[in-house]
């Protein structure tokens, strides 16, 4: 909403019946509407009780921010492409030395996952791992929005990429994978150049229903 919120579009936000939604694209992306609205009131628990309905991971580890020089970062390999572990330290070259970190649980709660600790050094490269336990081989839907052009790894292996520098949302992108018994690790490169880097991902059945027996 561009126009921010008011009294009239917020009454009808407001309105809105969930249980009448039968699209979990569209159910999860009121959801976050109607918890905007809660937190525009200075709503917070109501805000941050809507937002942890919305099934997206939350438990990420951050690394960045790499160089983007003229858009040239979304295909040049940097170390956390490489290296999972956070026992050791990657060249950023004017940025210095950086590693994978956790971000501070404030921001965990969060549908979508803002590089906040980065912005500091402008635009750039971007990275967010994650892994996923299975008790069992599983055929599963990955779902991702992001802030600009990004690649997704899923246990090294190159499952998508979008090169077009675009802001999406909630869903945006649907790729079917298979996850192994055991611990995967999803690994997603964002390559920022205009604007406030972020992602969102979640993963799902074809219908877009949550999988009840991963963790993250």
Not at 105 to 120: A, G, I, L, M, V
Not at 148 to 154: C, D, G, N, P, Q
Request: aromatic share 14%; hydrophobic share 30%.
């Amino acid at each position: 909403l561009k126009t921010g919120f008011y009294k009239k579009n917020s009454k009808s936000i407001k309105a809105i019946d969930l249980s009448k939604i039968n699209n979990k694209t569209i159910e999860y992306s009121v959801k976050y509407l109607k918890a905007i609205v809660n937190r525009d009131n200075k709503n917070y628990e109501n805000y941050f009780s809507l937002v942890g309905e919305i099934p997206t991971i939350k438990n990420w580890q951050f690394s960045g921010v790499f160089e983007n020089l003229n858009k040239s970062g979304l295909d040049k390999i940097y170390e956390p492409e490489l290296y999972a572990k956070n026992d050791k330290s990657f060249n950023a070259n004017s940025n210095g030395m950086v590693s994978w970190y956790i971000p501070h649980r404030n921001f965990t709660k969060e549908p979508y996952q803002f590089y906040t600790n980065h912005s500091e050094y402008g635009y750039g490269v971007n990275y967010a791992q994650t892994f996923i336990k299975a008790k069992n081989k599983k055929r599963v839907q990955l779902r991702f929005g992001n802030s600009s052009a990004f690649k997704v790894w899923l246990n090294d292996v190159l499952i998508y990429e979008n090169s077009k520098d675009v802001g999406t949302d909630i869903d945006a992108y649907k790729v079917n994978v298979t996850l192994s018994k055991g611990t995967n690790r999803l690994l997603i490169k964002n390559a920022e150049s205009n604007g406030v880097a972020y992602l969102i991902a979640r993963i799902s059945d074809e219908k877009g229903n949550p999988i009840s027996d991963i963790e993250y």
